[in-house]
């Protein structure tokens, strides 16, 4: 069990006792009382921002133990702008990577979506409309958003999406429930390049990025911006991440193979 989750249990059951001592026996102070709502808001909060701590949803964010290669992974597309040279990197340097596409965005692009299979790359889910309050909604708003952006892949490609990274790497109890539902398998990183932001640079991107590339890593970049207004630095930082995997030998994997090999039980710790 990931140690979030546990002192999210140890958490509640605290205050569940605080609560039983204020009925049984005598009131908690209110200084105690306001640093323990304050102390569990503050818990929440980071499981919810914090998708690495696996605190709500089981995380893969790095391969399973032995695993070789870099697993590259893509988010916020498909763009028919910048995607297409994405590909083309990969398949010079004869990489294979996992991209998580926005439903809506599959449905405008249907053949960038087919493109990326045809090439020998995995499709994972970044929900249908990539809603940056996904967090905030009803787990029947949140159901029905990724059953949706799923059956959208399913149509474009014949397989049913099974990997699945939430908006914004955001997750809580509700949206754990849908995953399990629909039996995602949720897709951290263990290394990522801050690629996605308007002002990033290329250099900066690649900095982040290649001092984590090691045998298992995953690894967060962009193949469009949230809202296609800009070019993610990641696209251009990516030759030199390419040619840092080449020096250190690290091939270039899908997410999925690893999960063939036994990371559905590696899962944040």
Same mark, same amino acid.
């Given at each position: ?96 990577? /996992?991209?998580?596409? $926005?439903? =809506?965005?599959? +449905? #405008?692009?249907?053949?960038? *979506?087919?493109?990326?299979? &045809? @090439? %020998? ?49 955001? /997750?809580?109890?509700? $949206?754990? =429930?849908?995953? +399990? #539902?629909?039996?995602?398998? *949720?897709?951290?990183?263990? &290394? @990522? %390049? ?76």
């Amino acid at each position: 069990m990931p140690i979030a989750r546990a002192l999210l249990y140890a958490a509640s059951l605290g205050a569940i006792a605080l609560v039983a001592r204020s009925l049984l026996v005598a009131p908690v102070p209110l200084a105690v009382a306001g640093a323990a709502i304050v102390g569990y808001v503050a818990l929440l909060l980071c499981g919810v921002f914090f998708l690495g701590l696996g605190m709500f949803v089981d995380v893969v964010k790095r391969g399973p133990p032995g695993a070789r290669g870099v697993a590259l992974t893509f988010d916020d597309g498909p763009s028919p702008e910048h995607t297409p040279r994405v590909l083309d990197l990969l398949d010079e340097a004869g990489v294979k990577a /996992t991209f998580f596409v $926005i439903g =809506r965005k599959a +449905e #405008a692009h249907p053949e960038l *979506v087919r493109e990326i299979a &045809a @090439r %020998g790359h995995a499709i994972g889910l970044h929900s249908h409309a990539h809603d940056r309050l996904f967090s905030l909604r009803s787990s029947r708003y949140v159901a029905r958003d990724l059953a949706r952006g799923a059956d959208v892949l399913e149509r474009l490609t014949g397989a049913r999406p099974a990997l699945f990274r939430p908006p914004i790497g955001h /997750t809580t109890p509700r $949206i754990a =429930r849908v995953v +399990e #539902a629909l039996d995602l398998d *949720v897709i951290g990183w263990s &290394a @990522r %390049g801050f690629d996605g932001l308007p002002g990033a640079q290329p250099e900066a991107v690649a900095a982040r990025v290649i001092p984590g590339l090691r045998d298992g890593a995953i690894v967060l970049l962009h193949d469009a911006a949230e809202r296609d207004d800009h070019t993610p630095a990641g696209v251009l930082a990516l030759p030199r991440i390419l040619a840092a995997m080449s020096e250190r030998n690290l091939a270039g994997v899908r997410v999925d193979a690893w999960l063939d090999e036994g990371a559905r039980d590696h899962v944040a710790a």
